[in-house]
């Protein structure tokens, strides 16, 4: 898999990203919602789309942030998201949750499956990190069946996240 390092300086950050896949930055006018439900409360950073993805719904990956109060909690921040998550979308089941660190940024790990009408069984895997006065999520979406197929990518480009100016998007 070859990957290609994104820089997205005015959001502050940069990550690697599968070289085949097609890179939308700054996309806040994009109609996400289908995609990634929290995307319509963040500001939305970047999108990548897998090419040649599955159907009938191709590999989408999302970084967004937030601003955030000085005193918000990670785990109840974490908490927050996820009950939004549950009212935005039909029958979330969390599959995977666990406390990770990307680039010495606290976080959570979430793996998550629920239905879309004509589509079928989605797989959500976020990534929600806490950096000082912001709060980044990482998306990765596809079919269920497909996500296998993505996951190693996926998790190398949030692995390779990175914080190069506490900018926001």
Same mark, same amino acid.
Request: zero cysteines; aromatic letters at 6%.
């Given at each position: 898999m070859d &990957? /290609? @390092? =994104? =820089?997205?300086? =005015?959001? %502050?950050? *940069? @990550?690697?990203?599968?070289? =085949?896949?097609?890179? /939308? *930055?700054? $996309?806040?006018? &994009? $109609? !996400?919602?289908?995609?990634? $439900?929290?995307?319509?409360?963040?500001?939305?950073? !970047?999108?990548? +789309?897998q090419p040649d993805g599955g159907q009938p719904l191709p590999a989408v990956l999302v970084v967004a942030s937030e601003p955030i109060a000085a005193t918000t909690q990670l785990d109840p921040w974490v908490d927050t998201n &996820?009950?939004? @998550?549950?009212?935005? +979308?039909?029958?979330?089941?969390?599959?995977?949750?666990? $406390? +990770?660190?990307?680039?010495? !940024?606290? %976080?959570?790990?979430? !793996?998550t499956q629920y239905a879309v009408e004509d589509i079928g069984a989605v797989t959500l895997e976020r990534w929600l990190l806490l950096a000082g006065r912001r709060g980044w999520t990482i998306s990765a979406v596809t079919g269920t069946l497909e996500y296998p197929e993505i996951a190693e990518a996926t998790s190398a480009a949030v692995a390779g996240f990175r914080l190069v100016a506490h900018g926001a998007p």
């Open positions: &990957l /290609i @390092l =994104s =820089s997205h300086p =005015s959001a %502050g950050f *940069e @990550l690697p990203l599968p070289a =085949s896949w097609i890179q /939308i *930055e700054a $996309p806040n006018d &994009l $109609p !996400l919602p289908d995609l990634d $439900p929290d995307a319509r409360d963040a500001e939305i950073a !970047l999108v990548a +789309v &996820l009950d939004e @998550l549950r009212r935005s +979308v039909n029958r979330l089941f969390v599959v995977d949750a666990e $406390p +990770v660190q990307v680039d010495g !940024l606290p %976080g959570w790990r979430t !793996l």
